[in-house]
């Protein structure tokens, strides 16, 4: 039996936690140098590491988010379907938005190769 869904877990929880702690060079360090991000803040993509440090620098300018896995959901290609709760605030401290929304996530060698925002399914067998 392979530990690869409880280790994919791990490295997306350790993600999702440094990105929560303002700690840059620790997510990047669990994506790959290619990796495509969405600009959930202002549409549209980035691509490769440097590119997601500068979008969220400004993103952390302008908005204070926090996202918390809730579920992880296998899909198909060894996709994985994160069920988030996210809330975001002006810098003020008062919240702006707060909803569960969908990350998917692919994965290449142990490290994050995409992130794409996405509805929740109504029911998904979970990982």
């Not at 140098?33 to 500068?54: H, I, L, M």
């Given at each position: 039996?392979?530990d690869?869904?409880a280790?994919?877990?791990?490295?997306l929880?350790?993600?999702?936690a440094?990105f929560n702690?303002?700690?840059i060079?620790?997510a990047?360090a669990?994506?790959t140098?290619?990796?495509?991000w969405?600009?959930a803040?202002?549409?549209?993509f980035?691509?490769?590491?440097e590119?997601?440090?500068?979008?969220?620098t400004?993103?952390w300018?302008?908005?204070?988010?926090?996202?918390?896995?809730?579920c992880f959901?296998?899909?198909?290609g060894?996709?994985?379907l994160?069920?988030?709760?996210?809330?975001?605030?002006?810098?003020?401290?008062?919240?702006?938005?707060d909803?569960?929304?969908g990350?998917?996530?692919?994965?290449e060698h142990g490290?994050?190769?995409a992130?794409?925002?996405c509805p929740l399914?109504s029911?998904?067998?979970?990982?």
């Amino acid at each position: 039996m392979s530990d690869r869904p409880a280790l994919q877990i791990k490295l997306l929880r350790a993600a999702y936690a440094a990105f929560n702690a303002r700690d840059i060079d620790a997510a990047l360090a669990l994506m790959t140098p290619d990796v495509a991000w969405p600009k959930a803040f202002k549409g549209g993509f980035v691509r490769g590491t440097e590119e997601v440090r500068a979008y969220w620098t400004e993103q952390w300018s302008e908005i204070d988010p926090h996202v918390e896995p809730v579920c992880f959901y296998s899909e198909e290609g060894g996709r994985i379907l994160v069920d988030v709760h996210q809330v975001v605030r002006d810098l003020g401290g008062a919240v702006l938005s707060d909803e569960h929304v969908g990350h998917r996530f692919t994965l290449e060698h142990g490290l994050i190769q995409a992130m794409e925002v996405c509805p929740l399914p109504s029911s998904t067998p979970k990982a």
